[in-house]
């Protein structure tokens, strides 16, 4: 499985600032004028494609200036990775006692970015006019606070999980009112968040403690365990993109929910509470049927590597399937995707008697 949103983050961070505090190391853009010689050199017994190349500077000190760099070989590069003549590729330069080496380290992908970005508001902002607009402002504020302020109270110490909680508030009282206005439709849906947040999070810290994970469960724990300034907790990380991830899924389901059963209110006035509260769940009932599948496909999609290894693993028969699902890699996902779509299964009746009673009791929270 892809590492979590608080690791990748703080992966980014981490090392960007490693890196801009390195005298040795700075970064360029360079345009691959020609492929000189390609062909695959045999390390340590496997083919391993290589590319010379020669580039051009496009920025810094450095601009305008001609060089021929080898690319791939002694680093493993799959065809789909080879570099073609027109192409922008990052340079990384090294200096140290007064030599210099120039690598390519990367493609320049944030052009692509950009535009797809452009791509993604404007439909936003087409289909859905001021409440994009809300929607929009609400990620960009979702984004500041987990890079501005979870991120970094991680790095200096605070507890992983209760960062992730009160982060989660903040992002869930915000986004949820820019995107869907102050109305009782959005407070009964910030209500039933929080209270569908909490439970969440009881059934994470069970079920990771029962379950005995320790946060251990990839590659990129160890990272930051051997990587961070600070000693970083892992299970508590590891919680705390739980309920992250959950949040994501809990708004959108709370707030379908309390439209529905308002909309429902209004077109039958007619209708007892306890007829508001059978009707919405016959919706609410579908909404967990697809969603569930959705945040199941939504985990699969990001971590189909791990299932490729599984299948390895079974065709070499180098470990018996109960090994491999008692990995903590594999556990760690299993346990990430059951909390989650219980948190949404939850929030479904949870919202829609909330939702029932204030319809009912002409009660106005906003």
Request: proline fraction near 2%.
């Amino acid at each position: 499985m892809k590492k979590t949103l608080i690791a990748f983050l703080f992966l980014f961070l981490f090392t960007s600032q490693a890196f801009a505090q390195s005298p040795t190391s700075s970064y360029v853009k360079a345009k691959v004028e020609s492929v000189i010689e390609e062909g695959t050199k045999n390390i340590s017994g496997k083919q391993n494609i290589y590319q010379k190349i020669s580039v051009s500077i496009l920025d810094g000190a450095d601009k305008g200036k001609k060089l021929t760099l080898d690319y791939g070989g002694g680093t493993l590069i799959t065809a789909q990775q080879k570099l073609h003549p027109g192409e922008t590729v990052v340079i990384t330069k090294l200096s140290q006692d007064k030599k210099t080496v120039y690598v390519v380290s990367d493609r320049y992908r944030l052009p692509g970015i950009a535009l797809f970005t452009i791509i993604f508001v404007a439909c936003v902002l087409v289909l859905t006019g001021k409440k994009g607009l809300g929607s929009l402002a609400g990620l960009a504020i979702s984004l500041f606070i987990i890079v501005g302020f979870i991120v970094p109270q991680i790095l200096s110490g605070s507890d992983p999980l209760f960062t992730s909680i009160l982060g989660s508030l903040i992002i869930m009282i915000t986004t949820l009112y820019l995107a869907h206005g102050f109305n009782s439709k959005t407070t009964i849906a910030l209500v039933s968040t929080f209270i569908s947040l909490v439970l969440t999070g009881i059934l994470a810290i069970i079920s990771v403690h029962i379950s005995k994970l320790y946060g251990l469960g990839s590659e990129d724990a160890y990272n930051l365990l051997l990587g961070s300034p600070t000693t970083i907790n892992l299970q508590g990380l590891l919680l705390g993109g739980i309920i992250i991830g959950a949040l994501g899924v809990l708004d959108d389901t709370t707030t379908t929910q309390s439209t529905t059963v308002a909309e429902l209110a209004e077109a039958n006035p007619n209708y007892t509470m306890s007829m508001l509260f059978q009707k919405g769940m016959i919706i609410g009932k579908e909404h967990i049927a697809s969603l569930v599948n959705t945040l199941v496909l939504a985990y699969a999609g990001a971590g189909i590597g791990i299932f490729i290894v599984i299948i390895l693993s079974l065709q070499n028969h180098s470990q018996p399937l109960w090994m491999i699902f008692n990995s903590e890699l594999l556990s760690e996902e299993i346990v990430r995707t059951l909390v989650g779509s219980l948190g949404l299964v939850l929030a479904v009746p949870i919202t829609t008697l909330l939702a029932s009673f204030f319809a009912k009791h002409e009660i106005k929270i906003s």
